[in-house]
């Protein structure tokens, strides 16, 4: 009898036990009203670096004209490996290659420049999306705000750059002021869902 009583206990524990196991945690949290433009402000970084791309300009730089004049033993090699002449703006070089070792200084300059303001902006993009995503859960108007100031700051930015090179940069540079107010009120969000800020309001 005994032996019976302990068997049905640990049988009963061992339902217990799976029981609990089988209960998920579901968190429910609701999007603030204005979390819409946040998600627009974010399409709108990850345009604008796009469009930044366009402005490089390497296909006007190295064109077919050029690429036909200085890569004619390259392009012969070029043909016999993918069967079709280097195309225009000299692909796949990315300015550092033996593509662009062709260019005179002043055309490499020119093109180096284009390509860093864009290619600065690409390093930074995924960080600032997220930023702006996890910022705008608690400040949706705060980060709207921010983020209107990047994008400016940005195409000061990379304006400045392909026109005066290094130097130009400069005018923009504020932009780093934005990014680095959207990665505290991220920060503080991220709080927001933990135990230390589950009280902080939203703004």
């Known amino acids: 009898m005994r032996k019976e009583k302990k068997e049905k206990r640990y049988l009963k524990k061992k339902k217990k036990k799976k029981k609990r196991g089988k209960k998920k945690m579901s ?36 064109s077919k004209e050029w690429v036909e004049k200085n890569l004619k033993e390259e392009n012969k090699m070029f043909k016999e490996k993918y069967g079709m002449d280097i195309p225009k703006g000299a692909y796949p070089d990315m300015g550092d290659g033996r593509h662009c070792a062709k260019l005179s200084y002043k055309e490499w300059l020119e093109y180096a420049s284009c390509q860093r303001a864009h290619g600065n902006y690409v390093e930074g993009l995924t960080g600032i999306v997220l930023t702006i995503l996890v910022s705008g859960l608690n400040f949706p108007m705060w980060t709207v705000t921010n983020t209107i100031a990047y994008i400016v700051g940005r195409e000061l930015y990379c304006g400045g750059y392909r026109k005066k090179g290094p130097a130009g940069r400069l005018r923009g540079i504020w932009f780093m002021l934005a990014m680095l107010l959207l990665v505290g009120s991220a920060f ?13 309001p939203i703004f």
């Open 27 to 62: 968190v429910t949290y609701t999007l603030p009203e204005n979390y819409g433009f946040v998600m627009a402000g974010a399409v709108a970084v990850t345009f604008h670096c796009m469009v930044q791309g366009s402005k490089v300009g390497r296909e006007v730089i190295m």
């Open 188 to 200: 503080v969000s991220s709080l927001r869902f933990t135990t230390l800020g589950a009280d902080l």
